[in-house]
C-alpha cells in the first residue's frame, strides 16, 4: 500500500469517518482538504438502492448546474449545412456532418458531448461500438438528439450534463471545480440530488439514497447525511 504524503495524511485527519455532514459543511470542507497544484474537479457519488440490470428501476436523466462544470466542454454538432451556422454562434466546436464521421470512424474522439439531429441518427448507427463505450452516442433522451441545436449546444455549455447509474448502483458525476465557493459545490450538489429525488423508480423499493459522497481530485471521500436530501 502506498505511503500517505504529509498533506495527505492532513486531509484526511480533517474528515471525521463517524460523522455524516450536511451537503453545505462538505461543500466547505473538500474544498479545505483539496491540496493539489491544479483546479480539481469535485465529484458527487451517490449509491441508489436500484438494481440497474432491471429497466424499470434504470436511473438516467439531466440537470443543468446553476453554476456549471467549470470545465470547458468541447461540443461536436454533428448537422446539416442549413443548421451549420446556427450550431456555430451557440458555440459548438466542431461543426459538420459528413467528414466528422469519417474522422469518428477513424478513432477521432475528441469531444466530451456530440449533439445531432433525427435525420443523422441513421448515419450514427454503425459508429455505436466506437462512441457508446465513451458515452458519447446521442440520444433523444438527454436532449442530445433534436431539431433545436442552438438551444442543446446553448444548455451543455452552460453547465447540462447527463448522468446514469453504473452497474453497482451508483452515480458519478463532476459538479464542478475546487475553485468555486463552497455555496456554489453546495448549489450544485443540491440540484443533481433532487434531480435524482425526481427520477426515483416506482418499482425501487427499500432506501432509495443509500449513501453519498463528495470527493475532489486525489482527495479523501467525505460522507454526506442521504436524509439532508
Avoid: C
Avoid at 504524503?5 to 479545505?32: C, F, H, I, M, P
Avoid at 451556422?85 to 466546436?93: L, M, P, R
Avoid at 448515419?123 to 442530445?144: D, F, I, S, W
Avoid at 453504473?166 to 443540491?190: C, E, L, M, Y
Amino acid at each position: 500500500m502506498a505511503k500517505l504524503t504529509k498533506k495527505q495524511k492532513e486531509a484526511v485527519g480533517k474528515v471525521d469517518r463517524n460523522k455524516l455532514y450536511s451537503v453545505e459543511e462538505a461543500s466547505q470542507l473538500v474544498k479545505d482538504i483539496t491540496n493539489v497544484k491544479f483546479d480539481a474537479s469535485v465529484d458527487l457519488a451517490v449509491r441508489l438502492g436500484v438494481d440497474p440490470r432491471k429497466a424499470n428501476q434504470m436511473v438516467r436523466g439531466v440537470v443543468t448546474l446553476p453554476h456549471g462544470t467549470g470545465k470547458d466542454v468541447k461540443v461536436l454538432a454533428l448537422v446539416t449545412p442549413d443548421k451549420e451556422a446556427e450550431a456555430k454562434e451557440a458555440g459548438a466546436d466542431y461543426v459538420g456532418l459528413d467528414e466528422y464521421l469519417q474522422k469518428i470512424k477513424d478513432g477521432w474522439t475528441d469531444v466530451d458531448v456530440i449533439i445531432t439531429m433525427p435525420s443523422v441518427m441513421g448515419k450514427l448507427g454503425p459508429l455505436g461500438r466506437v462512441l457508446g463505450p465513451r458515452g458519447l452516442m446521442p440520444n433523444p433522451k438527454t436532449g442530445t438528439v433534436t431539431m433545436d441545436v442552438a438551444k442543446a449546444v446553448g444548455e451543455v455549455k452552460a453547465g447540462k450534463i447527463d448522468f446514469k447509474v453504473d452497474k453497482t448502483g451508483i452515480v458519478h458525476a463532476a459538479i464542478g471545480k475546487a475553485s468555486f465557493s463552497a455555496d456554489k459545490i453546495a448549489g450544485n450538489a443540491n440540484e443533481l440530488l433532487q434531480t435524482l429525488m425526481k427520477l426515483k423508480p416506482t418499482a425501487a423499493k427499500g432506501t432509495y439514497v443509500k449513501s453519498i459522497f463528495i470527493s475532489s481530485t486525489m482527495s479523501p471521500s467525505i460522507p454526506v447525511d442521504p436524509k439532508a436530501v
